[in-house]
Nanobody
Framework: QVQLVESGGGLVQPGGSLRLSCAAS???????MSWYRQAPGKQRELVAALTSGGSTNYADSVKGRFTISRGNAKNTVSLQMNSLKPEDTAVYYC??????????????????WGQGTQVTVSS
């Protein structure tokens, strides 16, 4: 059973910084690890993604402010958040994705989620 544990959330003033970390248990080599967020009354959205090959993808709203990176330990990922804005307030979730291909060529996607960590940006 894969478990993802997040840390690093909290309360920060506008313009401040926070760093979120996520560690996934087990020895699976995930295809990607990502951060999503969900604000009250809104749908969960992708914030940043990092593939096993090192490619990154960011939501337009965080480009230039957030950086996703791989940790030194296997299956760890961090999200450095700078110049935080009140609209960044949300519960942030770590995601690990595994894609398998059967011998018949059938693909299957497995998504694993952390419990979420609250980020509040307020003065």
């Amino acid at each position: 059973q894969v478990q993802l544990v997040e840390s690093g959330g909290g309360l920060v003033q506008p313009g401040g910084s926070l760093r979120l970390s996520c560690a996934a248990s087990g020895s699976i080599r995930f295809n990607s690890m990502s951060w999503y967020r969900q604000a009250p009354g809104k749908q969960r959205e992708l914030v940043a993604a990092l593939t096993s090959g090192g490619s990154t993808n960011y939501a337009d709203s965080v480009k230039g402010r957030f950086t996703i990176s791989r940790g030194n330990a296997k299956n760890t990922v961090s999200l450095q958040m700078n110049s935080l804005k009140p609209e960044d307030t949300a519960v942030y979730y770590c995601n690990a994705k595994l894609i398998t291909i059967s011998s018949m060529g059938a693909g299957r996607e497995y998504n694993y989620w952390g419990q979420g960590t609250q980020v509040t940006v307020s003065s």
